[in-house]
């Protein structure tokens, strides 16, 4: 066997800087009259992954906002998504995540491709739901 005898390696995309939070396959319950992955599926994991980078420095925190997520690429049934988070700011009592989120296509040459990313602002707060000052940094 030559080398040229040997089939190319399937093209692989180093994941953003960030640290991975959920993987997940997608499944046909999670689909829109399009075929493809509702949008309010995805938006569910980016507040999940979200919440759970916030862990090293929160006990319990609550969604109050996300940015504008614009889906630049569709998700479809079988794709592996993966949700990397970076914690971008850390105030008093909120802390904010960065989320990107890529689909590997699960047919064909397993393209990587970017998703969508959202910013999401959460407060940390007590056992009564009340904001608290965040103390681990």
């Not at 066997?1 to 089939?7: G, Y």
């Not at 997940?24 to 999670?30: H, S």
Request: charged letters at 25%.
């Amino acid at each position: 066997m030559t080398a040229s005898d040997v089939p190319p390696a399937p093209t692989i995309h180093m994941a953003p800087p960030l640290s991975p939070a959920i993987r997940v396959t997608l499944m046909p319950k999670d689909t829109n009259s399009h075929g493809t992955i509702f949008g309010g599926v995805l938006l569910s994991y980016i507040d999940l992954a979200g919440a759970i980078a916030t862990r090293g420095y929160c006990d319990r925190v609550v969604t109050i906002k996300m940015t504008e997520v614009v889906f630049h690429q569709p998700v479809f049934v079988g794709d592996i998504v993966s949700f990397y988070t970076e914690v971008t700011r850390i105030g008093k009592t909120s802390i904010t995540v960065k989320v990107v989120v890529e689909a590997e296509r699960w047919r064909g040459d397993r393209e990587l491709t970017k998703v969508t990313e959202a910013e999401i602002v959460y407060v940390n707060v007590d056992a009564d739901r009340k904001p608290t000052p965040i103390v681990r940094r």
